[in-house]
């Protein structure tokens, strides 16, 4: 019962800080995605329906203060979450804190080549006034949400790992 309330509440809660807190700050509003990363680590930690929600509901949030077409953030949501779980159920055997890192990272990019792909496809058509051009600008903003979204997931390994204990048997950090 709890559980059914906790996960709308928190998905309100994160949605509605990075579009207003986050976004108002020049250097985090491009290199800081917040939900991305927790959609990422609720993969790992969350039942896939669960996880599936988070996605669909904060995307859609998102996609409400968004530049581009609506449903375009949702669908990078989805796609980088199935992507992650297939690549969590699949594919990586071995759970440990660089697994996670990496897997950050991967989702990171997909991410962001799915939203630089669909909003240029949209924009050739014609059906979208917003173009993302592939320039340095561009590419330094993905490093460094690479290097932020890896430094959040070692901070927020840290900090579950003295909140709950169940985490220590999943990733050792040292």
Do not use: C
Request: aromatic fraction near 16%; proline fraction near 1%.
């Amino acid at each position: 019962m709890i559980k059914k309330i906790l996960l709308p509440l928190i998905i309100i809660l994160v949605s509605l800080f990075q579009v207003s807190f986050i976004g108002e700050f020049d250097f985090l509003r491009n290199n800081l995605q917040l939900l991305l990363v927790i959609v990422i680590v609720l993969t790992f930690y969350s039942s896939y329906k669960s996880v599936l929600i988070f996605s669909i509901i904060s995307g859609f949030i998102v996609d409400l203060f968004s530049i581009y077409n609506f449903g375009v953030t949702t669908a990078a949501f989805l796609i980088t979450f199935l992507l992650i779980n297939l690549l969590f159920k699949r594919l990586i055997s071995n759970k440990e804190t660089y697994s996670l890192i990496l897997v950050t990272l991967i989702g990171t990019v997909v991410y962001n080549v799915f939203l630089f792909l669909v909003t240029n496809s949209l924009y050739i058509i014609n059906l979208n006034s917003v173009r993302i051009i592939f320039s340095f600008d561009f590419l330094y903003s993905i490093i460094w949400q690479l290097i932020i979204h890896s430094f959040l997931i070692i901070i927020m390994l840290v900090l579950t790992k003295f909140i709950n204990k169940k985490l220590v048997s999943k990733f050792f950090i040292s």
